[in-house]
């Protein structure tokens, strides 16, 4: 999608990267760190004891699943671009030859 054409497609590109994190980032975090069967907590859940370390729990929780997920994110990237400049370096050479030239 090209961002000169106008603010429609800026719109578009914006509601389907809201729609990517929500499938990618939210949903997931909701079903497999929190999880479908957790309590309810009240309006004060920080001064009920037992509230407040049931929430510590997920908290940590949710903190670990993202870090992990940054990790791997950072390792899986590390690893395409070696792969890409080892195995296929005409083709890196190619394509960015490609975009300065002007060509699609």
Request: aromatic share 18%; glycine share 6%.
């Amino acid at each position: 999608m090209s961002h000169q054409r106008g603010n429609q497609d800026v719109l578009t590109t914006n509601a389907i990267t809201l729609v990517v994190f929500a499938v990618f980032l939210i949903v997931p975090s909701y079903l497999f760190v929190i999880g479908t069967n957790n309590g309810v907590y009240s309006r004060f859940w920080f001064l009920d004891p037992k509230q407040r370390a049931a929430y510590w729990v997920i908290s940590k929780r949710m903190f670990c699943w993202l870090a992990g997920a940054a990790v791997f994110g950072a390792i899986w990237s590390l690893t395409l671009w070696l792969v890409l400049r080892i195995w296929f370096p005409a083709a890196v050479y190619i394509s960015f030859k490609a975009d300065a030239s002007g060509a699609a």
